[in-house]
Protein backbone atom coordinates (compact mmCIF):
# COMPACT_ATOMS: atom_id res chain seq x y z
CA UNK A 1 0.00 0.00 0.00
CA UNK A 2 1.42 3.46 -0.69
CA UNK A 3 -0.36 6.64 0.05
CA UNK A 4 0.42 9.84 -1.70
CA UNK A 5 0.17 13.12 -0.45
CA UNK A 6 0.62 16.36 -2.63
CA UNK A 7 2.18 19.86 -1.81
CA UNK A 8 3.58 22.94 -3.06
CA UNK A 9 0.40 24.21 -5.14
CA UNK A 10 -0.78 27.95 -5.20
CA UNK A 11 -1.69 30.83 -7.06
CA UNK A 12 0.89 32.36 -9.32
CA UNK A 13 1.46 35.20 -11.63
CA UNK A 14 1.93 34.25 -15.15
CA UNK A 15 5.56 33.82 -15.63
CA UNK A 16 6.42 32.67 -12.09
CA UNK A 17 7.47 29.39 -10.81
CA UNK A 18 5.81 26.45 -8.39
CA UNK A 19 7.37 23.63 -7.01
CA UNK A 20 5.22 20.86 -6.19
CA UNK A 21 6.12 17.86 -4.18
CA UNK A 22 4.74 14.35 -3.66
CA UNK A 23 5.38 12.67 -0.58
CA UNK A 24 4.78 8.85 -0.19
CA UNK A 25 4.11 7.13 2.69
CA UNK A 26 5.06 3.16 2.63
CA UNK A 27 8.94 1.34 2.47
CA UNK A 28 8.14 -0.05 -1.28
CA UNK A 29 7.69 3.44 -3.01
CA UNK A 30 11.53 3.06 -4.73
CA UNK A 31 9.64 0.37 -6.88
CA UNK A 32 7.33 2.58 -8.46
CA UNK A 33 7.25 4.73 -11.61
CA UNK A 34 5.44 8.06 -10.64
CA UNK A 35 3.66 9.86 -12.74
CA UNK A 36 2.50 13.53 -12.62
CA UNK A 37 -1.09 14.34 -14.19
CA UNK A 38 -3.41 17.77 -13.93
CA UNK A 39 -7.07 18.78 -14.87
CA UNK A 40 -8.42 21.88 -15.62
CA UNK A 41 -12.35 22.30 -14.72
CA UNK A 42 -14.07 20.65 -17.82
CA UNK A 43 -11.42 18.62 -18.83
CA UNK A 44 -10.08 15.43 -18.94
CA UNK A 45 -6.77 14.26 -16.76
CA UNK A 46 -3.44 14.60 -18.90
CA UNK A 47 -0.20 13.46 -18.42
CA UNK A 48 2.23 15.98 -17.68
CA UNK A 49 5.50 14.14 -16.77
CA UNK A 50 6.68 10.63 -15.19
CA UNK A 51 9.73 9.24 -13.76
CA UNK A 52 11.37 5.92 -13.61
CA UNK A 53 12.15 3.93 -10.16
CA UNK A 54 15.63 4.55 -10.57
CA UNK A 55 15.09 8.58 -11.46
CA UNK A 56 14.79 8.28 -15.27
CA UNK A 57 12.90 10.51 -16.59
CA UNK A 58 10.52 9.40 -19.05
CA UNK A 59 8.65 11.85 -20.76
CA UNK A 60 7.02 15.35 -20.41
CA UNK A 61 3.90 16.66 -21.88
CA UNK A 62 4.48 18.53 -25.17
CA UNK A 63 2.86 21.55 -23.55
CA UNK A 64 5.70 21.57 -20.88
CA UNK A 65 8.91 20.59 -22.20
CA UNK A 66 11.49 22.88 -21.46
CA UNK A 67 9.10 24.84 -18.16
CA UNK A 68 8.71 21.30 -15.87
CA UNK A 69 11.01 19.47 -14.26
CA UNK A 70 10.16 15.82 -12.57
CA UNK A 71 12.80 14.88 -10.11
CA UNK A 72 12.97 11.85 -7.38
CA UNK A 73 14.46 11.29 -4.14
CA UNK A 74 13.66 7.93 -3.24
CA UNK A 75 15.20 8.63 0.39
CA UNK A 76 12.84 10.72 0.81
CA UNK A 77 10.11 8.65 -0.40
CA UNK A 78 9.16 12.13 -2.59
CA UNK A 79 8.91 13.61 -6.12
CA UNK A 80 9.01 16.93 -7.45
CA UNK A 81 7.41 19.03 -10.13
CA UNK A 82 9.84 22.06 -10.94
CA UNK A 83 7.32 24.40 -12.58
CA UNK A 84 8.67 27.75 -14.13
CA UNK A 85 7.51 29.94 -17.09
CA UNK A 86 3.93 29.09 -15.95
CA UNK A 87 0.89 30.19 -18.04
CA UNK A 88 -2.83 30.30 -17.30
CA UNK A 89 -3.49 27.26 -19.40
CA UNK A 90 -1.37 25.22 -16.48
CA UNK A 91 -4.46 26.17 -14.13
CA UNK A 92 -5.32 22.84 -13.31
CA UNK A 93 -5.47 20.60 -9.91
CA UNK A 94 -2.12 18.26 -10.21
CA UNK A 95 -1.98 14.76 -8.81
CA UNK A 96 0.63 12.80 -8.67
CA UNK A 97 0.30 8.86 -8.71
CA UNK A 98 2.41 5.92 -8.84
CA UNK A 99 2.39 2.86 -10.88
CA UNK A 100 4.01 -0.97 -10.21
CA UNK A 101 3.80 -1.65 -14.07
CA UNK A 102 6.63 0.88 -15.51
CA UNK A 103 5.71 0.35 -18.82
CA UNK A 104 2.19 1.98 -18.41
CA UNK A 105 3.22 5.29 -16.90
CA UNK A 106 1.45 7.35 -19.85
CA UNK A 107 -2.12 6.15 -18.87
CA UNK A 108 -4.07 7.39 -15.81
CA UNK A 109 -6.61 4.21 -15.92
CA UNK A 110 -2.84 2.47 -15.47
CA UNK A 111 -2.10 3.91 -11.69
CA UNK A 112 -2.18 2.15 -8.85
CA UNK A 113 -1.98 5.15 -6.20
CA UNK A 114 -3.43 8.75 -6.58
CA UNK A 115 -2.79 11.48 -4.21
CA UNK A 116 -5.49 14.37 -3.36
CA UNK A 117 -4.55 16.98 -5.68
CA UNK A 118 -3.05 20.29 -4.91
CA UNK A 119 -4.89 23.44 -6.90
CA UNK A 120 -2.66 25.51 -9.23
CA UNK A 121 -3.94 28.60 -10.44
CA UNK A 122 -1.51 31.15 -12.95
CA UNK A 123 -3.15 34.55 -13.13
CA UNK A 124 -2.32 36.22 -16.36
Known amino acids: QVQLVESGGGLVQAGGSLRLSCRAS????????VGWFRQAPGKEREFVAA????????DYADSVKGRFTISRDNAKNTVNLQMSSLKPEDTAVYYC?????????????????WGQGTQVTVSS
Open 51 to 58: ITRNGGVL
Open 26 to 33: GRTFSSYT
Open 97 to 113: AAVADGSRWLQPVSYDY
